[in-house]
């Protein structure tokens, strides 16, 4: 029997319901649904990094990024990214921030396979992204 | 060579197209997007729990526990679960009625990472869940 | 450890952003989010197969099948698709082109799970598809 583990970093908010900001078992982690939230401070409510796409890209892929590493993994384990932007509009700029996010992390390579669709998000939030990581 | 093993629950509607409600192979179970139709009657078409988004809800994730009960798994076993509704304003209702289910269910811990994004579906539905479980 | 491999058809027009067509590592593979778009020609940028459902749908189902193929799987491995249209109204016309689409391959059972949901894409585009697939 392998254990199931929940994966929830010390920076990060709460989540607003019952459930993990990641989850791993096994070599598979699952990172949930991260949004541009900076981290986590006492007594202030859920607040995203700045009203823009590039402020609230680059945060989410921090947020991820922190949920991997608490999991024990790191961009090279992930093999899907999916990505949700609310403006068709959005997307090249997008691709550019994440670009440029992957090239400061010093990946060489495409870190995973990813589908961006644009769907509706909480007020103020332009952009949700997840990941599934297949460790070792 | 590990199997793949379709898997139908006796109570649920036939798929609308070649697919099926939950697929089994090794230990991984994955959990076609279930919505908020009761078990099937004969004769009756998809129907439904009713128009409310906690009707639909509790529906939802009971045909998803369904699927996942009928590949040998159970909610302890899933990793993802991805929560797609229809208006942002729907988003606090649902997770009490998330929390309420799993709180029902018996479970302390959360039981999975989660996505939530807002989408079309067919007129009527205000939910649609799916979920990715590894067992073992 | 087991090598990430990142899978790229030839045939496939270059992703406009950092990410690979599909992924493999050990049992698992990914395929990103395929559209409608034909084989990849020098100097020709991306074209959608044609601006009707039928034409796009198929087209993206034989992208995805051109990455599983590229990494060394088919249809039989896939356990999840996941179709994204822009119109509820497609929902009976895309479940006949997929039927159809699936009996052509010889496949007798449904392949996998799904989930349909509808959202916005890049203007011209009706469809868009990514599969899971676990081989072995």
Chains 1, 2, 3 share one sequence.
Do not use: C
């Not at 997008?94 to 007020?123: C, H, S, W």
């Amino acid at each position: 029997m392998t254990e199931k583990t929940a994966i929830t970093p010390a920076t990060h908010t709460a989540a607003p319901a019952k459930f993990s900001h990641g989850v791993r078992k096994g070599n598979i982690l699952q990172v949930a649904g991260q949004v541009g939230f900076l981290p986590h401070v006492d007594g202030r409510p859920p607040t995203p990094a700045g009203p823009t796409l590039r402020e609230q890209t680059l945060q989410t892929l921090e947020n991820v990024r922190s949920v991997l590493e608490a999991g024990g993994a790191g961009w090279d384990d992930v093999m899907m990214i999916r990505v949700y932007l609310t403006d068709t509009a959005h997307f090249a700029e997008m691709n550019g921030i994440y670009n440029a996010y992957f090239e400061e992390q010093g990946l060489k390579e495409a870190p995973a396979a990813r589908t961006t669709v644009y769907v509706g998000l909480p007020d103020g939030l332009l952009v949700e992204i997840d990941a599934l990581a297949v460790l070792g």
